[in-house]
């Protein structure tokens, strides 16, 4: 099993952008499904956003929508999520995940087999 590696976490003022990165060439250089997925204190894990690496194609949590990407970095060989317009709300423990190789990529965590340590992400009002 490759590990899944984060970064990119940390504190930031509402407004405010971060970009996370997943170090995961073993997954994106071989046409896994992959995605972002926060949970926050006393919450359940949720997602939000899947990127099929296999055809490109993306889903977006509504409450994310417009304001993230979820990027496959072939420089650098990670999954990124550019996140900008940050609200208090979206503070909570990002992790990235690995799925099965497919093209049409299912968006429940439950799905997700392969998981990253995770990064903190604190947006202040």
């Known amino acids: 099993q490759v590990q899944l590696v984060e970064s990119g976490g940390g504190s930031v003022q509402a407004g405010g952008s971060l970009r996370l990165s997943c170090a995961a060439s073993?997954?994106?250089?071989?046409?896994?499904?992959m995605g972002w997925f926060r949970q926050a204190p006393g919450k359940e894990r949720e997602t939000v956003a899947i990127?099929?690496?296999?055809?490109?194609?993306?889903y977006y949590a509504d409450s994310v929508k417009g304001r993230f990407a979820i990027l496959q970095n072939n420089a650098q060989n990670t999954l990124d999520l550019q996140m900008n317009g940050l609200k208090p709300e979206d503070t909570a423990m990002y992790y990235c995940a690995a799925g099965a190789r497919r093209s049409s990529c299912p968006i429940t965590k439950n799905e997700y087999n392969y998981w990253g340590q995770g990064t903190q992400v604190t947006v202040s009002s």
């Open positions: 073993a997954y994106t250089s071989n046409g896994y499904c």
């Open positions: 990127l099929s690496t296999r055809a490109g194609g993306t």
